[in-house]
């Protein structure tokens, strides 16, 4: 890896802390409202549901980033493209355990505004690639390794990290409404 610092490895840490409080919301609020159906570890059960739940939103907005990145940048870099398939792969066996494992709550959770919040997310990713002139205004860790200016890193990091996760939080915050 180049001389870049901490905090700029990916997943980032702000992005980890993030989905962390995401998930003991979640699962405080699983244990609230399906406090009946655990038996054992009542606390423990409904936090490792938060965080299926979670995981569900979030890779399945990752596969969406991923294709995004593959129609709008992979021809121009071929060679990333086993990568984008490898991650596709990943993608799609992590989302099916997530399911597996949450799937009464995201059927009898899942409002109109989830599938809205959804549709929204879809629909920010795909504008925002087909502005971005290059994988630099997507990926702020990719303008920060190629010596971008700061600009670009900082409006990258905003749009993910800020709109990106916004989107993500609302999402993911439905299922509890």
Known sequence: MENLPWWTLSPSPITLTFYVILSLYGGFKIARIYAHNYKRLKWLTAL????????????????????????????????????????????????????????????????????IYFAVNVVFMVVWFALSPSPAYTDWTFALRFNYPITTAALSFFTSHVIGKALVALTYLTYFR
């Open 48 to 115: 490792s549901d938060g965080v299926f739940m979670l995981g569900f939103v979030v890779i399945t907005l990752d596969t969406v980033w991923i294709l995004c990145s593959g129609f709008r940048f992979g021809w121009f870099y071929p060679d990333s493209i086993p990568q984008l398939l490898a991650c596709l792969f990943r993608n799609a066996g992590i989302i099916a355990l997530c399911y597996i494992f949450t799937k009464d709550y995201l059927q009898h959770r899942a409002t109109e505004k989830t599938f």
